[in-house]
Structure formats: C-alpha cells, structure tokens
C-alpha cells in the first residue's frame, strides 16, 4: 500500500486548508480511510475517518471545523480543514480506519498554523 498526504502548508490561525491523500496498492472503495495527526513527540491520533458508504466521523478536537470527503474514482481521500488554531498543526496521515492506521505510513503533510 502507498499512500501520499499532500496540501499542507503555513496558514494563520483561522485560515483554512484542503488535504488531499492518494492510496495505491489496494481497492480503494472496499476501504474505511482515516485521517491521522502527530504532533512531534506525541501520539498519533485519528481526526477523521470515512467508511466505505461516505460515512464520516469527527473527533471532536475537528468536529464542526472539518470536512472528509472520498473519490472513488480518483483513489483519494480529501479533508477540509477550517476555521484553523495553532493546536492543528501537526504532520497529518491518512491510512485505514482500523487498528489505528495498520498499513505502513506514508508520506505525510505538515500543516502549520501561526497565531
């Protein structure tokens, strides 16, 4: 599995970002995919996900600020990212929804927000 996180960058705090994650190496659309973050010396921890029918589940350090969204067709994965605070910024992932991300990590997008 390959997956790639890209569309991060430097924003001001309440600016707003879309990431996109690219996923090769499986059947995409057979697949919950979630997005992760790490903050340096922490913890990943899952932001968002979507399941094979477009369900989509915040947690709650983005609900109501974010939006997940998936492409069949083009085996990607989106978030939209709004309303952007300092305590966002972190490297953020996308993988599977279980086991907290099982397939190996890829390359991920640093999202910076100034104050």
């Known amino acids: 599995v390959q997956l790639q996180a890209s569309g991060g960058g430097l924003v001001q705090a309440g600016g707003s970002l879309r990431l996109s994650c690219s996923v090769s190496?499986?059947?995409?659309?057979?697949?919950?995919i979630a997005w992760y973050r790490e903050v340096a010396g922490n913890q990943r921890e899952s932001v968002a996900r979507?399941?094979?029918?477009?369900?989509?589940v915040y947690a709650d350090s983005v609900k109501d600020r974010s939006a997940t969204s998936r492409d069949n067709n083009k085996n990607t994965v989106y978030l939209q990212l709004n309303s952007l605070k300092p305590e966002d910024t972190a490297v953020y992932y996308c993988?599977?929804?279980?086991?907290?991300?099982?397939?190996?990590w890829g390359q991920g997008t640093l999202v910076t927000v100034s104050s």
């Open positions: 993988n599977m929804c279980a086991g907290n991300g099982a397939w190996a």
């Open positions: 190496g499986i059947v995409f659309r057979a697949n919950c």
């Open positions: 979507i399941s094979v029918l477009g369900r989509e």
